[in-house]
């Protein structure tokens, strides 16, 4: 089995084991989640800059996708700045202010996005991003990840790392469900690697120093 086969076939059995969830239990475990994101991830990051709020990029959720919804509102209850995507039809991911949830529509696939002629983040300012919450089906604990097969993240952190400016290198972190977690996902040299992965009972932390 080739290494495209094995990450279609790992994508499959994410999936399942992701859908085979209560929704009552996804939503659950969405909220304990977010909460232990911002108790032990976010806060500790805003108080190390004396209370300056973040900038914060993350995904919208999508059917049974970890919720990502009472993260958002957190942050925002918090003074931090939140970004989230749009893609474009190029296959690019285009960066938006949230202005509130009945702004949003629905983009590709049917996934919530901003509408397109919302305001955009200019590009020159990605190096303000302080955390990228970036979605996906598999993951590992060497902060390996498989996400949905466009690339759009893989791509989006090359041109953070162009964009260069950033107070250090922001933190790349996944919201995700235990049965998410697998022993090892196949990676190769231009896939994103993650700092931290986040449950609703533990984080672990892949590359602790990131983002100081």
Sequence with gaps: M??????RLLR????ARRASLDENIR???ASEACRLAEAEVLAPLRSSRNGEGLTVFTYLSFKEELSTASLVDCCLEQ???VLVPRVTNGGRLELHPF???EKLTGGVWGIPEPAADSPVWPESRLGEIDV???PGLAYDMQGGRIGYGGGY????AERLKEAGGCKGRPLFASLLF???LMEQVPAEAHDLKLDILITAAQIFYINKGSGE
């Design 2 to 7: 080739n290494e495209k086969e094995r990450k």
């Design 153 to 156: 993240y893989d791509r989006f």
């Design 178 to 180: 235990e049965e998410q």
């Design 12 to 15: 499959q059995q994410a999936a």
């Design 99 to 101: 202005e509130g949830w």
């Design 27 to 29: 939503r659950r475990l």
């Design 79 to 81: 003074g931090d700045r």
């Design 132 to 134: 990228v919450i970036v």
